[in-house]
T-cell receptor
Framework: ETGVTQSPTHLIKTRGQQVTLRCSSQ?????VSWYQQALGQGPQFIFQ???????GRGNFPPRFSGLQFPNYSSELNVNALELDDSALYLC????????????FGPGTRLTVL | AQKVTQAQTEISVVEKEDVTLDCVYE???????LFWYKQPPSGELVFLIR??????QNEISGRYSWNFQKSTSSFNFTITASQVVDSAVYFC????????????FGAGTILRVKS
């Protein structure tokens, strides 16, 4: 059974650029959630995708957007990058949008200069 | 609103000492779930335990144990006979009800176990 994978591992961008982060969910999981973890803080919920539809969103501006594909993999897109977007972005997959625990990938470390 | 507080920012212990990580939560829901995750330096969050609000039984798994007390809204985590490999950041998290979709995390506690 393959776990949650994310790419790339690290990324450096400059302010104003756009970035796409990718996540492959664990086998058998149809739900993907994205979290942003700033240095020294706990992860903050960005949004969740369930069966290719957005299923809940945290307090993040519209320049944070996402997609989920038929194979349940997902992308997180961030436009007009700001310095404060520098963080570890974590993807988590689960069997459904509700009950089951979320399993996390290794994250993508984004640095915005 | 839901909130998780981990008041201990950092704890340092010597190997073989017991250590307890505190977690206090706030929620208006009657049905909710509590979690603990471990984050080693590699960054990946490792699931440790899930507890639902109707199950106040304490749980033990090897050197790990969890104490859930609804009366004080606490879900504390104890590591017995700590080891250097336990060094990590530990997060307590809360999710609402059966249809909740997001985890609300505390700020985390850095645990340093010295040999």
């Amino acid at each position: 059974e393959t776990g949650v994978t994310q790419s790339p591992t690290h990324l450096i961008k400059t302010r104003g650029q756009q970035v796409t982060l990718r996540c492959s969910s664990q086998s058998g999981h149809n739900t993907v959630s994205w979290y942003q973890q700033a240095l020294g803080q706990g992860p903050q919920f960005i949004f969740q995708y369930y069966r290719e539809e957005e299923n809940g969103r945290g307090n993040f501006p519209p320049r944070f957007s996402g997609l989920q594909f038929p194979n349940y993999s997902s992308e997180l897109n961030v436009n007009a990058l700001e310095l404060d977007d520098s963080a570890l972005y974590l993807c988590a997959s689960s069997m459904t949008s509700g009950y089951n625990e979320q399993f996390f990938g290794p994250g993508t470390r984004l640095t915005v200069l | 609103a839901q909130k998780v507080t981990q008041a201990q920012t950092e704890i340092s212990v010597v190997e073989k000492e017991d250590v307890t990580l505190d977690c206090v939560y706030e929620t208006r829901d009657t049905t909710y779930y509590l979690f603990w995750y471990k984050q080693p330096p590699s960054g990946e969050l490792v699931f440790l335990i899930r507890r639902n609000s109707f199950d106040e039984q304490n749980e033990i798994s090897g050197r790990y144990s969890w104490n859930f007390q609804k009366s004080t809204s606490s879900f504390n985590f104890t590591i017995t006979a700590s080891q250097v490999v336990d060094s990590a950041v530990y997060f307590c998290a809360l999710r609402r009800g059966e249809y909740g979709n997001k985890l609300v995390f505390g700020a985390g506690t850095i645990l340093r176990v010295k040999s």
